[in-house]
């Protein structure tokens, strides 16, 4: 099965700082494409989107030029970049008149899992974020379970914006924890201007004993919500590995799909990603 990865990271620390590894020993090092390479073979990755790693706020301009300078190269399958940036500052438009145009640029994610509840519902946040659809980009939107209200609000304030869902809203899969996140899954879902990204499930499950069974009724659920033609498959490389390598989530997650057609197969692992995304 040919894959497009939407949700692949990469962070080189002798180029630029991401303070927030330093909580998690295993991450707390470089993952360049080289790396990224290894883990993914095997498997047809045929082309994959970068998503922003968090990297120190000052040195955001200078990542993503980087970043998209490797997309620019011919010996990788980067395809498509999801760069960081800070809607909350005013500075946030000046900063996309200095990186859109690129062919390679698709959309910008800010995380707010890690941030105040009240930080995407100012009114300079909205504001920014309503301004991706004059630059034609899209928004990741990378909230905890109990924040998907939050993400709902900044969905319908934005109704011009292509939103993706990140790692399906992340629920406490370890805990079984099926409310509230499956009734905001619902509601989330009946916003036609969000798509959901499925990946992330395995960081939230038990990393010692999981099983596909223990994935099966979220996925169960998203694909009941969204549909076949909203979800894209996304890696989470390098912080999947918390939890599992990148194959066996690709087996995992094909698993729990064996039932289903190849076309829609092909739309979670591939299709869907194209008009997302917008990589042609």
Known sequence: MKIIDTHQHLWDMDLFP?????ALPALNRSFRMGDYLEAAQ?????KTVYVDADVDEPYILAETRSVLSLADRTDNPLAGVVASSRPERDAFRRYLDQIAGHPKLKGVRRVLHT???ELSRSGMFIENIRSLSQYGLSFDLCVLARQLPIAIELVRACPDVRFVLDHCGNPQVKK???????TYIREISGCPNV???VSGLVTHADPRTWAPADLRPFIEHLLECFGWERVVFGSDWPVCTLAASYARWVEALSTLTASASEANRSKLFYENALRVYRLG
């Open 176 to 182: 079984k924890l099926f409310e509230p996140w499956r």
């Open 42 to 46: 095997g498997l047809d990755v045929e």
């Open 18 to 22: 991401y303070s927030w590894c330093q």
């Open 115 to 117: 941030q105040p509840n």
């Open 195 to 197: 798509v959901c990204k």
